[in-house]
């Protein structure tokens, strides 16, 4: 109960953990996506600057090499243009030589002087390189001149060029990203919500549903417009007329027992009421009434042992005490006690055995339910009418057929003789000690011992009960 008590809790509600779980997967997707998305955008804009430099680098490198800057120095027209590229990239340009004199720097801080670092003469090695560093958030260039008739590499042309404005450009996009990245939280958070809203009502309905059942304000549960627990639904429709249909057997049996217990006792009462206004009597009718009472008295006791036998057998705890058994010789010693039953209704009773059978059975219980059948075929049998037992088995199952030629039971009667109390005929039932209950206490031993009973009958002609029980009883 405690534990239950904690489940009802917030950390228990699906719709909580529906709702984390997707926040958390939808968080993490749109962080990464506006991460990648961020970082292409910037690769993609220095990619574009670079490819700007070094094509212009290029033009310039030629200027450079065709107006022999290196050997005669510079000329106006090859200044303008580095100067005009140096001003348009936020940088600097310098011509240096191939033994790494600064022949001319834009910035006139170098001129003159020697500068042969790593990217200087990897140029003048005849490669050309441009990368972007990071830290000082610029671009490098270094690109060999070369002559144009020698071949020869006569000098480098080198560039730096300060990115800053990519990064104020990328500011303003991480700002754009952040109102869009905000946008698609709260959208993802309402949507989220509807979707937990969507997948929790069916059971929030299937819960209200189930307590206007419980309540008694509805008879069958209503089925929510949902697909995925229509199904739970009609499971628990089924269940739930089963129960009824339950309860109203359950309610029909205690009618039925009420009825049949008083029956005896009205009988009685009127025997004996008929008895008390006749006080002079004589001793004969006394005697006649008290034997009538006698009956009625072993009528009642009858119902009562049957309907114990029977409660007994509902009860699921009701174990089998299982025996192996030689069925031969138990079906002979049934027969041999009835036998002077079917003396006295003049009926004759056979027993065939096709086999010597052994197998696990309940010998008491068993026997009940074989000698109900059989006495069932002596009582509603005719005079110098026949009982035919059999008895047969194969590799896995061993069969009793009870077959009479007595008074039959009409078609419309066969799938109810089973049920508690049905008789077919009251007054020959009665006649005959019935109490309706033989049967049912028969068909619950055998289905007890996980075999089953058919029947077969023509009215006026005869009836063959078939039973079948495995040899081998399993749990
Ligand atoms: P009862 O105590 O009345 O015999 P049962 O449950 O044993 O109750 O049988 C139910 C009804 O089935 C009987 O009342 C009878 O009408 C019918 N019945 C059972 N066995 C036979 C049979 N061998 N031949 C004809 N009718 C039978």
Redesign the pocket.
């Known amino acids: 109960m405690e534990k239950d008590k904690e489940k009802t809790g917030r950390l228990y509600s699906m719709r909580i953990r529906l709702f984390v779980l997707l926040l958390i997967l939808t968080l993490g997707f749109i962080t990464v996506a506006g991460l990648v998305i961020r970082n292409s955008f910037r690769s993609a804009a220095i990619e574009n600057r670079k490819e700007k430099i070094s094509n212009q680098c290029v033009q310039l490198a030629g200027q450079i090499v065709e107006a022999g800057v290196i050997y005669s120095g510079m000329t106006p027209r090859v200044e303008e243009s580095l100067v005009q590229m140096a001003e348009d990239y936020s940088g600097r340009a310098l011509v240096i030589s191939s033994s790494g004199l600064v022949k001319f720097d834009t910035a006139s801080v170098d001129t003159s002087k020697y500068l042969l670092d790593t990217r200087v003469l990897q140029a003048l090695n005849g490669k050309k390189n441009i990368e972007w560093n990071n830290t000082n958030e610029n671009i490098l260039l270094a690109m060999p001149l070369v002559g144009s008739n020698s071949g020869e590499i006569i000098g480098v042309l080198a560039f730096s060029s300060s990115a800053a404005d990519i990064g104020a450009l990328m500011g303003k996009t991480n700002n754009v990203i952040l109102s869009v990245y905000i946008i698609m939280i709260v959208t993802a958070i309402a949507a989220i919500l509807l979707l937990c809203n969507m997948v929790v009502r069916p059971f929030k309905q299937m819960g209200d549903s189930i307590r206007k059942v419980g309540s008694g304000l509805q008879t069958g549960m209503d089925q929510p417009r949902c697909k995925e627990t229509t199904e739970i639904v009609s499971a628990f429709n089924v269940l739930l007329d089963h129960m009824n249909q339950q309860d109203q057997l359950r309610a029909q049996f205690v009618s039925n027992v009420s009825h049949e217990l008083k029956t005896p006792i009205t009988s009685m009462r009127v025997l004996a009421d008929s008895l008390l206004s006749m006080p002079d009597a004589p001793i004969e009718l006394y005697q006649d009434f008290m034997k009538d009472i006698s009956s009625e008295i072993d009528r009642e006791a009858k119902i009562i042992s049957d309907l114990l036998e029977l409660v007994k057998m509902d009860n699921s705890a009701e174990k089998l005490n299982i025996q192996t058994v030689a069925i031969n010789d138990w079906l002979k010693d049934i027969l041999h006690r009835l036998a002077p039953i079917a003396k006295k209704q003049n009926v004759d009773m056979v027993m065939e055995s096709f086999r010597d059978v052994t197998a696990g059975i309940d010998p008491s219980k068993l026997s009940l339910a074989v000698s ?2 059989v006495e ?2 002596v ?3 005719v005079d110098k009418g026949y009982v035919h037992v059999s008895l047969n088995a194969d590799h896995k199952d061993f069969f009793i057929k ?1 077959e ?1 030629n ?4 009409p078609e419309s ?1 066969l799938d109810k ?2 049920d508690r109390f ?4 009251k007054a ?2 009665r006649d ?1 000690g ?7 206490i ?1 068909k619950s031993v055998v289905q007890m011992h996980k075999g089953d009973i058919k029947v077969y ?1 023509k009215a006026g002609e ?2 063959t ?1 078939s039973v079948r029980i495995p040899l081998q009883y399993k749990e």
């Open positions: 109900n059948l069932n075929a009582k509603y049998n009870v009479d007595g008074v039959g039971i009667d003789i089973f049905y008789r077919v005929d020959r039932s005959a019935g109490t309706g209950l033989g049967l049912a028969t009958s005869g009836t009960f």
